[in-house]
């Protein structure tokens, strides 16, 4: 089984690098879609980011960020009460 210790530091420091303008949307997306399967509750979190990475968005480049940017953060928080 894949280690969630690790799922959840990958996903906050890819979340912090691109929020911060060092990673572009295209190696976030390839990273999400990478991923594999994963435990409850993470395989949800991880299937709505790769729902959502998924196709090609057409929106503004802020408005996609933000969105995109929830979605890793909510890998993150997944196992939160």
């Known amino acids: 089984m894949k ?8 996903a906050a420091s890819i979340h912090d690098r691109y929020k911060a303008g060092r990673m572009e949307r295209e ?5 999400v879609l990478g991923l594999g399967g994963y435990p409850p509750p993470y395989a949800g979190a991880l299937s709505e980011a ?4 998924k196709p090609s968005r057409d929106m503004e480049s802020d408005a996609l960020k933000v ?3 929830e ?4 890998i993150v928080t997944a196992d939160a009460p």
Do not use: M, P
């Open 3 to 10: 280690k969630i210790d690790d799922l959840i530091a990958s």
């Open 27 to 31: 190696t976030v997306r390839e990273w």
């Open 67 to 69: 969105v995109d940017l």
């Open 71 to 74: 979605r890793l953060k909510a």
């Open 50 to 53: 790769a729902a959502w990475f």
